[in-house]
C-alpha cells in the first residue's frame, strides 16, 4: 500500500487579505460578543435556579429562563432535575410547567396526606388462592380422559 505525502497549502497574498475579514464574519461581527450572548452560552446551574426563586411563589418556565437571562430549553433539563431531586416542585401544565419552591407548610401539608393515605392490599391476597385452587377443580372435572 502506497501513502502519498499532501504538500502544505501555501499562503498567498489574495488569501492573507481575505483571511481576517472571513474570520470576522464567522466570529459574528467585530470579534467581540456581548455580555448577553456571554450570558446565553453559560450554562445554567441548579444553584442558579434556586438563587432566583423564592419560597412560596409559582414561576412559570418562561418567567424563570427571563430572570436567568437563558433560552427555556436550556433551562428545562436543570428544571426537571431539581423536581426530581424534590428542591422545587412541579406542576405540570400543557404548555409550560409551574414550578415553586415549597413553603415549611406545604411540605407539612404533604407529608401528612402521604401517612394518611389509605392503602388496602398491605397483606397478602387471601381470597384469591381459594378461588383459584376451586376454579382449577373444576376445570379438571371438566376435561377429557
Known sequence: MSTTRRSQPTATSTDSK???ASHRSRSGGEG???ADSAQKMRRVSARDVLAVMKKGIRYSTQEI???LGQSVQALNPVLAQLANEGHIWQLP???SS???IPTKKEAEELAKRRTNRITWNRGTLQG???QHRTFRA???LARRP
Open 18 to 20: 481575505a483571511s481576517p
Open 32 to 34: 467581540t460578543q456581548s
Open 65 to 67: 429562563a427571563e430572570k
Open 93 to 95: 401544565g400543557i404548555r
Open 98 to 100: 409551574v414550578f415553586w
Open 128 to 130: 384469591y388462592d381459594e
Open 138 to 140: 373444576l376445570c379438571m
